[in-house]
């Protein structure tokens, strides 16, 4: 192995020039397929095919129909809904709503529906018409039919008529990419059309299109912003470090071509870029430092020992090989681990950076020592970075052999101590919070819980057992039973049912007597009203999205303000147990819709993560052994390449207590990275005790000497790298860079004072 290793570095000094250009034409043909690199903007891509929520979900959509939408929230400055000039304009914004593109439905106060009766006839009509005009008696009238229907209060006004909703769905092309961005662009220009023609009134638009559009919208802030700060926090780290002009723009020609071709190689496997992996570039840029800083540290230090440039290049390749491709095969293999996630922009994110890992390998390997050997290399011995020099180093493993007993005690205590933080941990989100409030959507939606009705929804089909059966007495009571239950459940704010409908054209048939708002006696009358009162509604005010084909279910919805991903699982699960308590068999459903598809995801990610990560601490572990042909030394590396991700966990339960969506893939993503140090410093140790038949505290003083530095550069780098990710604007990227710094800076820890002290204590045997 030793003659193959001398061999290549020889080999790569020979063909420098080839070398070089065979590298760069092969980056230039992968970064050829980032032109095809697109930007998804549906808030589905997070659920695989296999997601038994989702395809609930998309059953429930099959028989009723989508709710894609835009909702405008409304609120006039005087804190009055109810005057003509308000009216008007929201009479005015509903009429131009129909022209957003693909809108399908319209629903506002001004053209709600309502109903009563006349000479032992059903009305129904536009609350409000003509608002300019209307007299003090019909606004008072308005105002009070408005506040006391159960249909628009917490839905489309608030109880106080402060503010009031305006609610467009769309029905956009299938498979359109475009159609989302062109949505948004549309209404965002409205809005501005409409605020500058009414500035006493504001307007906050939330809803379905505009959450998919800031997905979007977050993916490139993130790439527009976090790569040239990651980009100049790398110049930043890897100059003050090697401080050394060559050797600063040799790794960042590397580090621009390892991301070019992960991202490349993306383009060219049609994978589009959502807000998770959209920081691929990033992390690519982070990991690609580490292998040009092990070389490069090497170099230097043995051409401050008084190596010729070549030699050097030659000895550095020899001493660096074998710990990084180990390095990077394991970060691979960590990464590609992140297939296994139930959500697909995981699985994409795994795949670009493992990518990008083995590019930046070869890369290393082949480029970097070719362009060392042509770019001139000053060295002098106060800036090298091992051996004898590192001083620091040098008194570090003085440290830690002259206490290794304690250091020993001390770390298996803290390692214990924080894993037990774990047992705080509970499996918990809100995908609202995971946009911060730079983005317009997440303030809007808040205004909207705070001021009208709930965002999360979830939605109930609920089957009457046979065709027509809607109009059944029996089944109306359940639903309206079913819904008054869940009208009293915390943080339920409206309950959207067809019982309240049938319930007011009861009372209309009935000259609009009070004493008649409940469900008619009989099916045949309950048919009949709701018939009459369906070729009484204008266009695009149809009951398709409430009720089935053949009328034997009707659709439910739950809205729900400020509540967890555990808040709704809870909530569903009391309403199973409700339904099976209290209703016919053929009713009893699960509940839908994406706030619950989100409500679990976390919890199905995690379990799916948790075998994975397993699987790819055996794999990694069994390489190790291998490569470093030692069983015991193999098994001993297991602490602290497992420990640190275990105590990161801990931390968050005792600060936090929350673990989401974003968390969930912290174990693959950190396990093959912070195995990178524990190999460099194994690789050195075994070193130093197969070649020179060192005892295990010299051998640990090698590894420190000779790596030490270098260990210290890469993980700067790398905690600087994912501390970058903490300012993006979507939150799932933000938690994952906060927990991925602190599980390497532990990492850290665990190599320069735990591992050794554990060497020295295990580690008593000869080994060949």
Known sequence: MKHLEVSIGYWVIKYRWWLIAATLLISAAAAGGMRYLTFDNDLRAFFSEENPQLQALEALENTYNKIDNVYFTIAPKDGNVFTRETL??????????????????????????????????????????????????????????????????????????????LNVNI?????????????????????????????????????????????SEATRDD????????????????????????????????????????????????????????IAPTIILTLAVADSVHIMATVYQQMSLGRPKQDAVAESLRLNLQP?????????????????????????????????????????????????????????KITATGGKFCHACDRLADFVIRRRQPIFWIMAVLVVTLVSGMAKLELNDNFLKYFSKKYDIRRATDFMQENLRGWDIIEYSLDSGEPGGIHEPAFLNKVEEFALWYSKQPKVTFVS??????????????????????????????????LLYELSLPFGQDLNNRINVDKSSTRMIVFLEHTTAKDQRQMDAKAREWLKNNAPPHMFTY???????????SKRNIESMLGASFGALVLISAILIFALRSFRIGIISLLPNLA????AFGIWGILVGQVGLGLSVIVSLTIGIVVDDTIHFLSKYLRARREENAEPTTAVRYAFNTVGTAMWVTTLALVAGFSVLTASGYNINAQMGLLSAITISLALLLDFFFLPSLLMKIDGKDIK
Do not use: C
Request: without cysteine; aromatic residues 8%; proline residues 6%.
């Open 324 to 380: 990084v491709f180990l390095t990077s095969i394991t970060t691979a293999i960590g990464f590609l681990t992140m297939n296994f996630s139930d959500a697909p922009p995981f699985r994409d994110l795994g795949n670009i950076v493992a990518m990008g890992v083995v590019a930046a390998f070869f890369y290393s390997i082949f480029f970097l020592p070719s362009m060392l050997v042509i770019l001139p290399i000053k060295v002098r």
């Open 171 to 215: 029905l956009p092309p299938g498979n359109s990419k475009d159609a989302v961005p062109e949505i948004a662009a549309y209404v965002r220009k409205m809005v501005d059309d409409f605020q500058r023609k009414h500035p006493r009134i504001d307007i906050y638009l939330a809803g379905a299109i505009m959450f998919d559009n800031a997905f």
């Open 497 to 530: 049912t067809l019982t309240d409908t049938i319930k007011t054209l009861n009372k209309n048939m009935h000259g609009d007597d009070p004493a008649y708002y409940r469900i008619p006696e009989s099916r045949e009358l309950a048919a009949q009203y709701l």
């Open 591 to 601: 509940g839908s819709g994406l706030s619950i598809i989100w409500a679990h995801i």
């Open 223 to 278: 790439m527009k912003t976090l790569i040239p700060v990651m980009f100049a926090v790398l110049v930043t780290v890897i100059g003050l470090a090697l401080r050394s002009y060559t050797g600063t723009v040799a790794t960042l020609i590397i580090i621009l071509l390892s991301m070019v071709t992960g991202m490349g190689l993306a383009g060219w496997l049609g994978i589009a870029l959502t807000p998770a992996s959209g």
């Open 644 to 647: 640190p991700a275990f105590m």
């Open 88 to 165: 008007a304009a929201i009479e005015e914004l509903t009429e131009s709503a129909w022209q957003i593109p693909y809108s399908s439905r319209v629903d506002s106060i001004t053209n709600f529906q309502h109903t009563r009766s006349e000479d032992d006839e059903l009305i129904v009509e536009d609350l409000v018409t003509d608002a300019l005009n209307l007299s003090d008696e019909a606004l008072q009238r308005i105002r009070e039919t408005a506040l006391s229907e159960p249909r628009l209060v917490n839905q489309q006004i608030s109880p106080s008529g402060h503010v009031t909703g």
